[in-house]
């Protein structure tokens, strides 16, 4: 979809051509493990390829999608994001709590946007004017902001989530669930905005080179910033797809989320230095997470092995952008 | 006068001064929040704490050095953990159940270095995934269970008291202190550490093996780690997939509260050791003024971002 470095024009007729521009594309390795993963899954387990099968894997990963479609822009700048599960489980915690207390569903997102946008501006401060590392600044926000969810809840759950909050996890139309709707929604928003906004390309300019961005003018403080509070208000959003689905919220609610969210979005393509990427990326990434995840338990892996397998793809990954950029003679 | 003031001034500037300071101030507070804290067996029981901590935090130092960073200590411990108990129960000789923690431990940090140095990847990301990787390994091989028959000597390790006071892994940090302080204080090894740090690019044209003193680091922290993971898993007599969950944030606090610049180029063992006692210090005296310890780690979220934001400002003010 979106490719992020003009493709070489060849003059080896239009087949290689176009072979070429595909292969350079960011998320093609990841669109062909994932067939390749989708034809075997399929292949051992009859209950794999079934509609309801499929719509469940993306209802399952949409909280991790929507958090990867932004956290992929904060990639792209060269910074990363780690504090986003205990962020989830703060946002799912003040809009849980406006929604036991007035119900509906705007003033709960409302409540979860802001707190979400909140937690990911100070990420932000930190990060541009206080010039910490961004792994540093969250790494430390992962654990301050558990221990705000503890502050605030006490360390009891929520629970008795109106029905009409929880619709955006619930609810379908036409028989297809609304997160798979969000998710698509917002993923068409963050390609339009990567794609067509200035402030969508001086993303990929500030992660490309910094250094040069500077010269060029460009604001790559506030587009960093920027990036961080998106991280936030999408998370805000999540939060409340995951109050649907789940109906409470703990203590421990996220944990670990931030794991699956970096893996989404370098597995998908996207250059953990920054710069190379694409949105279509981040959701082929949080995909391909949902269909290995439900692929193990068909072939009735035991879920404690999880965490071994995520932490193989990151590598697999990181490696595999490595190498094909190797084989490619890209220097950048 | 002038010479006073100059005198004043690098006092001022002396970090190690700073931080002596802030350790003394905190063992005020903290006997004056809790009578048990200034009491010998107790300030020599948190030794029992630190050491692990802080024999990770002494390979760490060298990492963020180098401008590096190793995210997986934590779970590494628990993989290391893991081995041990799980080969005992598995059949093999306690003794030998150790040394193979201990390669686990070498081996893991041997794979970070590798996949670092090979791929020239960040280790941020890398040791990102090897965070989950050990950490799954550990649950997934453990099955999520705990091994707890370990035979008495195995107590050695981490309860054992010299003349009765004195923990016996205290013995074990100083050592180690004072050979990792040699290494970079000493040798032209640890010149070379400081070197890829300031400017990696020029380490390497003047000749410097860079990626062999990376492999030598992350290799090194594996053996810490692993020696860590052994005083941990006979402290608690457990051995657990979940050892060591989070203990990466200690460990990376305690080293950049010491001093160590995040990137690279600066920091010292003696600056590490007091961030490793001031940690210390907060933990045992906020746990026995009874705080939750999930407190205690937001305590160390913000302390953390506090040391990182007041190294670099000041170092912006001295340039």
């Given at each position: 979809m979106s490719e992020v470095q003009a493709p070489t024009t060849s003059e080896r007729g239009t087949d290689s051509t176009v072979l070429r521009r595909w292969m350079v594309r960011p998320e093609a390795p990841a669109l062909v493990f994932l067939a390749v993963l989708v034809v075997a899954f399929s292949l051992s387990s009859n209950e794999f390829l079934s509609g309801s099968n499929l719509e469940s894997i993306i209802v399952s990963v949409a909280v991790l999608g929507t958090i990867a479609l932004a956290v992929n822009q904060v990639v792209l700048c060269g910074e990363i994001d780690i504090s986003t599960g205990s962020m989830m489980g703060l946002c799912a915690v003040a809009a849980g709590a406006v929604a036991t207390n007035t119900g509906g569903l705007i003033l709960p997102l409302l409540a979860g946007v802001a707190v979400g946008a909140l937690a990911g501006a100070v990420n932000g401060v930190l990060v541009t004017l206080g010039r910490i590392p961004s792994i540093i600044v969250t790494l430390g926000m992962l654990y301050a902001l558990r221990g705000v969810i503890l502050l605030v809840t006490g360390g009891t759950w929520i629970t008795g989530i109106p029905d009409e909050t929880r619709v955006?996890?619930?609810?379908?139309?036409?028989?297809?669930?609304?997160?798979?709707?969000?998710?698509?929604?917002?993923?068409?928003?963050?390609?339009?905005?990567?794609?067509?906004?200035?402030?969508?390309?001086?993303?990929?300019?500030?992660?490309?080179?910094?250094?040069?961005?500077?010269?060029?003018?460009?604001?790559?403080?506030?587009?960093?910033?920027?990036?961080?509070?998106?991280?936030?208000?999408?998370?805000?959003?999540?939060?409340?797809?995951?109050?649907?689905?789940?109906?409470?919220?703990?203590?421990?609610?996220?944990?670990?989320?931030?794991?699956?969210?970096?893996?989404?979005?370098?597995?998908?393509?996207?250059?953990?230095?920054?710069?190379?990427?694409?949105?279509?990326?981040?959701?082929?990434?949080?995909?391909?997470i949902g269909v290995i995840l439900n692929g193990l338990i068909l072939l009735g892996v035991p879920s404690i092995w999880q965490d071994a397998v995520l932490g193989s793809l990151i590598l697999l990954a990181v490696a595999t952008d490595v190498l094909r950029r190797r084989l490619l003679g890209d220097k950048s | 006068m002038s010479a006073a003031t100059a005198v004043l001034r690098r006092f001022k500037f002396s970090r190690e001064v700073v931080l002596l300071g802030v350790l003394i101030v905190l063992m005020v507070v903290m006997s004056l929040l809790s009578p048990l804290f200034l009491t010998v067996g107790n300030l020599l029981n948190t030794s029992r704490f630190f050491v692990e901590v802080g024999l990770m935090a002494l390979g760490m130092t060298l990492i963020i050095i180098t401008g590096g960073i190793d995210l997986s200590v934590g779970s590494n411990l628990a993989l290391v953990s893991v081995a041990v108990g799980f080969s005992y129960a598995a059949g093999l000789p306690?003794?030998?159940?150790?040394?193979?923690?201990?390669?686990?431990?070498?081996?893991?940090?041997?794979?970070?270095?590798?996949?670092?140095?090979?791929?020239?990847?960040?280790?941020?990301?890398?040791?990102?995934?090897?965070?989950?990787?050990?950490?799954?390994?550990?649950?997934?091989?453990?099955?999520?269970?705990?091994?707890?028959?370990?035979?008495?000597?195995?107590?050695?390790?981490?309860?054992?008291?010299?003349?009765?006071?004195?923990?016996?892994?205290?013995?074990?940090?100083?050592?180690?202190?004072?050979?990792?302080?040699?290494?970079?204080?000493?040798?032209?090894?640890?010149?070379?550490?400081?070197?890829?740090?300031?400017?990696?690019?020029?380490?390497?044209?003047?000749g410097v093996p860079v990626r062999k003193v990376k492999l030598v680091l992350y290799s090194g922290i594996g053996l810490l780690v692993g020696m860590a993971a052994v005083i941990y898993t006979s402290r608690v007599y457990t051995a657990r997939g979940d050892s060591g969950l989070g203990l990466e944030l200690d460990v990376i606090s305690a080293v950049v509260l010491g001093g160590a610049s995040i990137y690279g180029g600066s920091g010292t063992i003696g600056g590490t050791v007091l961030g490793v006692l001031i940690i210390a210090t907060l933990r045992n005296g906020l746990t026995l003024a009874g705080v939750p310890s999930t407190w205690i780690v937001f305590v160390l979220g913000v302390l953390l971002l506090v040391a990182v934001f007041l190294n670099e400002f000041f170092r912006r003010r001295e340039e």
């Open positions: 955006l996890g619930t609810g379908s139309v036409v028989g297809i669930h609304y997160p798979v709707f969000v998710l698509l929604i917002l993923f068409v928003v963050m390609e339009f905005v990567s794609r067509h906004s200035t402030w969508g390309r001086n993303v990929f300019a500030v992660g490309g080179n910094r250094r040069a961005s500077r010269l060029a003018g460009l604001p790559i403080e506030r587009v960093r910033f920027l990036a961080f509070v998106l991280v936030g208000v999408f998370v805000g959003i999540a939060s409340v797809i995951y109050l649907g689905r789940a109906g409470s919220v703990q203590t421990n609610t996220g944990a670990g989320l931030e794991l699956q969210v970096v893996a989404a979005v370098v597995i998908g393509g996207t250059s953990i230095s920054g710069g190379r990427g694409s949105t279509l990326a981040a959701l082929t990434g949080a995909v391909l | 306690l003794p030998l159940a150790i040394v193979f923690g201990l390669v686990v431990g070498l081996a893991a940090g041997l794979f970070n270095g590798l996949f670092i140095t090979l791929l020239d990847l960040h280790p941020l990301v890398v040791t990102l995934g090897t965070f989950a990787l050990f950490q799954g390994l550990a649950y997934g091989l453990s099955e999520a269970e705990a091994v707890s028959d370990f035979p008495a000597w195995f107590a050695y390790f981490g309860q054992a008291y010299f003349l009765n006071v004195v923990p016996g892994q205290l013995f074990i940090f100083i050592v180690a202190v004072a050979v990792v302080w040699l290494i970079l204080a000493r040798t032209s090894f640890g010149r070379y550490v400081y070197a890829i740090g300031s400017n990696e690019e020029a380490a390497r044209f003047s």
